[in-house]
């Protein structure tokens, strides 16, 4: 085929060698265009994974519920009416609501963020201290290091043990590999390690969960007196099923017994991890298609250039053209030439753009990684780069059919007539 002529493909590059400036400067566009597609692709990946990451501690179907205080007067009680969770919220909501898959109580010494002095000998820190149930596993993700979890014969006999996290346990029992069956002390109780637990995030959500000691539930509620009070409530759901429905069922269910007006949405608070992902996915989702939008109207600009300097230098090669078809040359031969001139222009574009994005991106990467300030790594996939690229070759030869066109309907007579 003409296309693949070798000849050709050599008569291809003299021209453009011959009209070398307008060629760099029309190949800039498309340069460009690349450039600002691929970079800010990477730069939108990175934060999207950051983001995801940050978030990675909570399980997507998983939903938090607690008490605050009524804002609305109701049945004889006036606002400002704080509502308290207890232990029989628990049974309630999970003998009356479908679709629970595991629901465990969570209390914390002294309040939510709160920390607590602990003491090992002669060292003491201060910690988050949390009362735990066994299902906490399946809730949020954790990475057991040496001994084990509360299971539910902790729970049953209220056992005075602990679960301490890595950091716990790395500035505590300094020097000590393994400090399972040794006793630290809580408030003057003393309590037994029963197990290490790493979190598999490196988020601010793992540095918590490191820095805090898991007692069973039922053992945190008599020793620290807190009769049958529960903090908050730590829920997953079926993933068939919908998130928001569950949760509105909760705190119906939850408005009813504590004597809250059913309009008041700021006496039981909530945390859906399920809508809080679609939320985030919808976001991203909007954040692409404007990169793809903007990076594509860059290229579009560019590719359109192409178009309107292969039209002007076809112009200028009316006599050749015209000389050409009176010797012989088949439309065909004229059009190939042209659309060749044009993928080629664009592709090499393409190309020196991807490189340049590519390396700014690995560069970035460098530099991000090296800093405390941020998690952002850029990144871009190699399929979508890849991709980016034979689009840019296929707009090239688009780009160049309109010349190539007006190229073929040149009229020999009246070509070589021209000046």
Known sequence: ??????????????????????????????????????????????????????????????????????????????????????????????????????????????????????????????????????????????????????????????????????????????????????????????????????SPEGTNHGDRQISSVFIPFTTFQRVFNYENRVGWLAITVDDTLSAETIESNIKRILKKRHRVNPIDNQAIGSFNAAEAFGELKDLFTGIHFLIWFVGGCTLLAGIIGVGNIMLITMKERTREIGIRKALGATPWSIVSHVLQESFVLTSIAGYIGLLLAIGTLELATVIFKHSTETQIIPQIDFGIAMLSLCVISLAGILAGVLPARASAQVNPVIALAAN
């Open 1 to 198: 085929m003409i296309f693949f002529d070798k000849e050709q493909w050599h008569e291809v590059f003299v021209t453009l060698n011959k009209n070398r400036f307008r060629a760099i400067l029309t190949a800039c566009g498309i340069v460009w265009g690349v450039f600002m597609l691929i970079v800010m692709l990477g730069f939108g990946n990175g934060v999207e994974r950051s983001i995801v990451q940050s978030m990675s501690g909570t399980v997507t179907n998983s939903i938090y519920i607690w008490g605050e205080t009524t804002s609305i007067p109701y049945d004889g009680l006036s606002s400002g009416k704080p509502v308290t969770l207890t232990n029989d919220d628990v049974e309630l909501i999970a003998a009356n609501v479908h679709g629970i898959e595991h629901i465990a109580p969570r209390n914390q010494l002294s309040g939510y963020g709160s920390e607590t002095w602990i003491r090992y000998k002669d060292r003491s820190r201060s910690y988050s201290v949390i009362g735990e149930f066994p299902q906490m596993q399946h809730i949020q993700p954790m990475k057991q290091v040496n001994g084990r979890f509360i299971n539910e014969l902790d729970i049953e006999e209220s056992r005075k043990v602990v679960v301490i996290g890595r950091r716990v346990a790395d500035e505590l029992f300094v020097d000590i590999d393994d400090p399972t069956g040794l006793a630290l002390e809580i408030d003057g109780i003393y309590f037994y390690v029963i197990g290490v637990l790493d």
